[in-house]
C-alpha cells in the first residue's frame, strides 16, 4: 500500500508538472525549453527556483556538464552512483549540451518527437540491443514483445522520470536512464 | 451459414437493439438531444465528415460523448485534421486490415487466398497474440444437437447478454476455421498441432449430445500463438499480402456519405501514409486495456490489476466509433488469468487458497478465470497463493484438472536454477519449504497469518463441514506434512473482450443500425460474442478460436465483395 501510495503521489506531482507551468517547486520542462538559450542546464534555480533539487552537500552545478556529473556519479560505483533513473531524460539531454530545438525542431508549440528522431543520434535499434546483449537477466532492448522495436518512450521518458516498463510484470530490475 | 442468420433487413434483434439503444455512438447522442430539443431529424449529422474537413461542430466534436450526451470522453479524441500535404504517400489495395493478430492475419491471409489484393497495417514491428489454444468444433462427429447445447452453454457463461448468432456463427464455423489456420501455419514451419479432443473432456458430451473438437495448440511456452501468428503471415506474405509494421493506424478514410475508403497510418518519421481500400476495411486492433481511461469508464472492476498485453490502446475503437459505429455500453467483459506461476491443469483445483496477506477468502470452488473479483483491492491486486502439503498427489488425486508431480512442480520453481520447459521463466512463481512461516515469506506473506489460516483449515477438515466458506467436504484436506507447497498467481489482464456492433458479416453497424459501408471489425474490437462479467473458461480455447473464425470468413466475405 505504502508503494501503491507512493506512485500515487509520484503521479500527482507528474500531473502537476505537466499542467503547471508556472509552480516553482516542480519546474516545468516548458521552462527549461524558453530558458535554453540563455540558462546554464546545471543551474538548478533557473528553473526549480528555491526548491531543493539536490542533496544537502552536493557541490555546485551551475557551470557544470554532464561531463562534469560524471566525475562523482560513475556507473557501478556505489556512492553517488550512476544519474541513471534519478534525473530526468531531458536534463542528461540539456547537460550534454543537446537543445529542446535538435528534438522538437524550432517551434513554439512543441509536439511529440518521432522515435526515428532518437534513432538519428543513438543509433540503429538492432545496434543499440547489441550494446545491451549481456545486461541480466535480460536484454532489455530485445523482447518477445517488441523484438528489437520497442518505442524508446516506454521507459526512457524524457520529462518525466523514467520507468522500468518490463519490471511491471517481470521480476527484471533494471535501472531505466 | 443456416443458423443464427442476423438479417438486417428484419427487425434488429434483442441484442442489436439494446446496444443500439445503450451503447456509445455519435448519431446516438445526437439523436438523443435532438429529441429533447426540436425532434428527431432536424441536427445536421457532422457523423459522415471527410477526413480533412473541418468538423461542423468542432468545438462539441473535439471529444466523443457518453450514450446519454452528459459526458464528454477524453478517451475518444476527434481524429486530427490531415493535409494532404503530409501524406507521402497513397497505396491502394482491395482489403487493408488493421492490425496483425489472431484475427488480423487470418483475415488476411483468408482475403489474399480468395483473391484479394490486401494490406496490413501494424502497429508493432510483427504480428502479435497470446495465448496457446485456439478451439473450433469439428462437425463430424458432433451431434447438431450438441453444437445447439454447446451454443445455449456459452450463452448461459455470457450471462445471456451476447448475440446467440454470433456464438452460433463460431460454432459451426470454428472447425473448419481452426484446421485452415493449422494447416497455414504448419506451411511456414510452425511446429503447430491439433490436439482434438484432449482439452475438452468437459465439453465432449453436452445434455447427452457429442461434441467433438478441432484444437489448435501453438506450443508448448515460451511458443505461443503470437509465434504462431508470425509463422502464419509468413505464410500470408508468400500469399501476396504486403505487411507494414511500425505503422500505427491514427484514423479512417470516409467519403461524405459515410462509406468507409481507407485508413491513414503514421510511420516512425512521423509521416503519414494513406492506404486506400477498394472492398473494405477490417479492423482487428484488439482491446483497449493499456488505456487507462477507457478501462476506468468500460470496465473500472479492472482498475488495480497488472496488464499482460502492451500497447494495446483502444486505437480501433477511436477510429470505428468516428465512423459511426456503435460501441458496446459499459459493462465490458473482462479476462484474467495466471496460467504461468503454477502448473495450468492445476490452476482451478480446490486447495486451499489465500489472499496476498495469507488470509483464506474464498470457496475454492471458484475458479482462476473469476478470482479476479474476489482480489480487486489495491492491496491484493490479483495476488493469491494455493497451498498444499506433500500428500496432494494422493489426496487430490480424484479432483478435476490434472496434478502435476513434485518433480515436475520443480519447473515452475524460481529458486531453482538450471534449464525449465515449456513455462516462461520470468513468471515462474511456485514454492516448497519445510515450514508454513518459511513457505509464507517465498510467497511474500505475513507467516503469522498463513499459519493461522492453515491452522483454523485444519480444524475445518477434522470437522468434516467447511463453515467459513461452505466448499464441499471432499476437497477438505489437510495441510499438515512437510515439505509445504505454494503456488503464488498474479491474475492480471488477459483481454478485454467487448467491442464493436457488428452483423453477421462482422460490419460495423452505426447508431441507426445501418451498415457503414466498407467497415469490418474482428477479434477483440468486436463486440456480440461474450457479455458477462468474466470469459468463461468452460471451453478452452475459445478466444483464440473465435479470433481465428471471424477473421477467416471476413476476410473471405469482403474479398468476395
Redesign the interface.
Known amino acids: 500500500m505504502k508503494r501503491f501510495l507512493s506512485v500515487m503521489l509520484f503521479l500527482a506531482v507528474v500531473i502537476g508538472v505537466g499542467f503547471c507551468a508556472s509552480n516553482s517547486d516542480a519546474a516545468a520542462w516548458r521552462k527549461l525549453a524558453t530558458a535554453n538559450a540563455t540558462t546554464k542546464p546545471g543551474d538548478c534555480a533557473a528553473c526549480h527556483k528555491n526548491a531543493k533539487v539536490l542533496p544537502g552537500q552536493h557541490v555546485a552545478t551551475k557551470s557544470m556538464s554532464y561531463k562534469d556529473c560524471q566525475a562523482c556519479h560513475t556507473q557501478g560505483s556505489e556512492s553517488p552512483g550512476s544519474l541513471y533513473g534519478k534525473i530526468p531524460g531531458h536534463h542528461i539531454h540539456a547537460l550534454s549540451g543537446v537543445q529542446c530545438s535538435q528534438c522538437h525542431g524550432n517551434t513554439k508549440h512543441y509536439a511529440p518527437v518521432a522515435m526515428n528522431k532518437c534513432l538519428s543520434c543513438h543509433g540503429d535499434t538492432k545496434e543499440l540491443a547489441k550494446k545491451t546483449a549481456d545486461v541480466k537477466p535480460h536484454n532489455p532492448h530485445e523482447s518477445r514483445h517488441y523484438g528489437t522495436e520497442a518505442d524508446c518512450n516506454l521507459c526512457h521518458h524524457q520529462h518525466e522520470k523514467s520507468v522500468n516498463h518490463c519490471g511491471e510484470c517481470h521480476p527484471f530490475r533494471f535501472v531505466v536512464p | 451459414m443456416k443458423n443464427g442468420d442476423l438479417n438486417e433487413n428484419k427487425k434488429p434483434d434483442q441484442y442489436t437493439e439494446s446496444v443500439l439503444e445503450q451503447g456509445l455512438s455519435r448519431r446516438n447522442f445526437l439523436r438523443r438531444s435532438a429529441m429533447g430539443v426540436a425532434g428527431t431529424g432536424l441536427l445536421s449529422l457532422p457523423t459522415f465528415a471527410s477526413v480533412g474537413a473541418k468538423p461542423v461542430q468542432e468545438k462539441e466534436d473535439a471529444f466523443g460523448k457518453s450514450s446519454d450526451g452528459a459526458a464528454t470522453l477524453s478517451f475518444l479524441p476527434h481524429p486530427k485534421a490531415i493535409a494532404d500535404s503530409e501524406i507521402k504517400a497513397t497505396l491502394t489495395f482491395d482489403v487493408v486490415v488493421v492490425g496483425a493478430g489472431a484475427s488480423g492475419v487470418p483475415a488476411a491471409l483468408s482475403a489474399a487466398e480468395n483473391g484479394a489484393t490486401v494490406a496490413v497495417i501494424q502497429k ?3 504480428a ?1 497474440s497470446q495465448g496457446n489454444t485456439g478451439s473450433g468444433v469439428a462437425l463430424a462427429g458432433s451431434d447438431k444437437a450438441g453444437i445447439e447445447a454447446l451454443v445455449a452453454k456459452v450463452c448461459e457463461d455470457n450471462a445471456h447478454r451476447c448475440h446467440p448468432g454470433l456464438v452460433r456463427q463460431w460454432a459451426y464455423n470454428s472447425g473448419e476455421a481452426v484446421r485452415w489456420v493449422i494447416d497455414r501455419a504448419k506451411q511456414s514451419g510452425s511446429p503447430v498441432i491439433d490436439q482434438g479432443n484432449v482439452q475438452h473432456g468437459d465439453v465432449l458430451n453436452m445434455n447427452g449430445y457429442k461434441l467433438n473438437w478441432v484444437t489448435s495448440f501453438f506450443g508448448p511456452k ?1 511458443y505461443t500463438a ?1 509465434d504462431g501468428m508470425r509463422h502464419l503471415a509468413i505464410t500470408a506474405e508468400k500469399a501476396g499480402v504486403k505487411f507494414f ?2 505503422m500505427p493506424a491514427e484514423q479512417l478514410v470516409q467519403s461524405k456519405n459515410g462509406e468507409v475508403l481507407g485508413v491513414v497510418a503514421k510511420d ?3 509521416k503519414y501514409t494513406k492506404f486506400l481500400a477498394r472492398k473494405g476495411v477490417i479492423l482487428a486492433t484488439g482491446d483497449y486495456q493499456n488505456n487507462k481511461a477507457m478501462c476506468d469508464y468500460f470496465v473500472p472492476d479492472v482498475k488495480n490489476f ?3 498485453q ?1 500497447g494495446k490502446t483502444g486505437d480501433g475503437f477511436v477510429m470505428a466509433y468516428w465512423a459511426g459505429g456503435v460501441i458496446e455500453p459499459i459493462g465490458h467483459t473482462k479476462m484474467l488469468h495466471d496460467f504461468d506461476g503454477g502448473p495450468a491443469p492445476m490452476c482451478d483445483m480446490p486447495f486451499l487458497a489465500v489472499d496476498r496477506d495469507g488470509k483464506r477468502f474464498v470457496n475454492e470452488t471458484v475458479e482462476m478465470s473469476v478470482l479476479n473479483n474476489y482480489l480487486r483491492d ?2 491484493n491486486a490479483g495476488h493469491y497463493a494455493q497451498i498444499f502439503d506433500s500428500n496432494y498427489m494422493t489426496q487430490a488425486a480424484t479432483w478435476p484438472g490434472k496434478l502435476v508431480p513434485p518433480e515436475g512442480l520443480k519447473n515452475y520453481m ?1 529458486e531453482l536454477s538450471g534449464p525449465k520447459k515449456g513455462v516462461f521463466e ?2 515462474v512463481n511456485t514454492h516448497v519449504a519445510d515450514t508454513l512461516e518459511e513457505l509464507a515469506k517465498k510467497l511474500e506473506m505475513e507467516p503469522a497469518t498463513l499459519v493461522a489460516s492453515v491452522k483454523r483449515y485444519n480444524e475445518l477438515v477434522v470437522l468434516g463441514k467447511d463453515d467459513d466458506f461452505g466448499k464441499p467436504a471432499k476437497f477438505m484436506v489437510p495441510v499438515e506434512k512437510a515439505p509445504f507447497y505454494g503456488i503464488h498467481r498474479t491474475v ?1 489482464v488477459s483481454a478485454i473482450c467487448s467491442g464493436m456492433l457488428v452483423n453477421e458479416n462482422h460490419q460495423a453497424l452505426n447508431g441507426e443500425g445501418k451498415t457503414i459501408k466498407g467497415l469490418y471489425v474482428v477479434g477483440n474490437l468486436g463486440g456480440g460474442f461474450y457479455g458477462g462479467v468474466d470469459y468463461p473458461l468452460t471451453v478452452y480455447g475459445l478466444s483464440l478460436g473465435r479470433c481465428y473464425t471471424f477473421g477467416y470468413l471476413t476476410g473471405r466475405h469482403v474479398a468476395k465483395l
Open positions: 508493432a514491428p510483427f502479435l515460451p503470437g509494421y511500425n516512425r518519421d512521423g497488472g496488464r499482460k502492451m489495491a492491496h524460481p520470468s513468471l492480471r
